[in-house]
């Protein structure tokens, strides 16, 4: 039994929704919370899709963060959060949810790269990622170096990297569900 088979499709995104946008849904572009939702993902039944009426920016629940765009499911990347988050190593973190451990280790990578210690953010963050002390940061693509350098891209982004930064809420290791 492989632990992305426990981890619920449905919880996820609703795990993913409640960091980015605690209170209402809010466009990635200017920051209206005047949004429609236009339906779901084709592929992925639980992905909501919005669209923005003062700026009719299209997006979805992924949209923007470390998570879009990937070829591993939503759970296959919560789990792999979850499982970094207890110290095992890309060799285990590849056994327990069935992947080649070059995929572990690029996907581990990819999420350390997103996260930025919340205590210390100037301290590189090493090996060890402590969930319930991190950051994910919505919007940079794994850059946040690159977002500090550049700053804000749009006007409305003003102070995104405080916006961006959601506090992951701490997974807890009992699955309920
Ligand atoms: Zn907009």
């Known amino acids: 039994m492989l632990l992305t088979g426990l981890l619920d499709d449905a919880k996820c995104y609703d ?4 960091m980015r946008w605690p209170e209402k849904v809010r466009c990635p572009r200017c920051g209206s919370d005047s949004i429609s939702k236009q339906g779901h993902d084709a592929k992925q039944p639980q992905r909501q899709n919005y669209c923005c009426k003062p700026c009719q920016h ?3 629940d992924l949209s923007e963060t470390i998570f879009a765009g990937r070829h591993q499911s939503l759970p296959v990347w ?4 979850y499982l ?6 890309n060799r285990q973190v590849a056994h327990e949810l069935g992947l080649h451990e070059d995929d572990a ?3 581990c990578e ?3 790269a997103g996260i930025v210690a919340a205590a210390q953010p100037q301290q590189k963050l090493s090996g060890e990622v402590e969930l319930d002390e991190a950051y994910v940061v ?3 693509k794994g850059q946040p170096d690159e977002v500090k350098k550049r700053g804000a891209p749009r006007a409305h982004a003003g102070s995104k990297a405080h916006q961006d930064a959601r506090r992951w809420p701490k ?3 009992r699955f309920s569900g």
């Open 58 to 60: 299209y997006f979805d």
């Open 171 to 173: 997974i807890s290791p």
């Open 78 to 81: 919560i789990g792999c959060l």
């Open 110 to 112: 990819q999420l350390r």
């Open 15 to 18: 795990m993913v929704r409640q």
């Open 138 to 140: 919505a919007g940079h």
């Open 105 to 107: 280790q690029r996907m």
């Open 84 to 89: 970094m988050g207890l110290n095992l190593s």
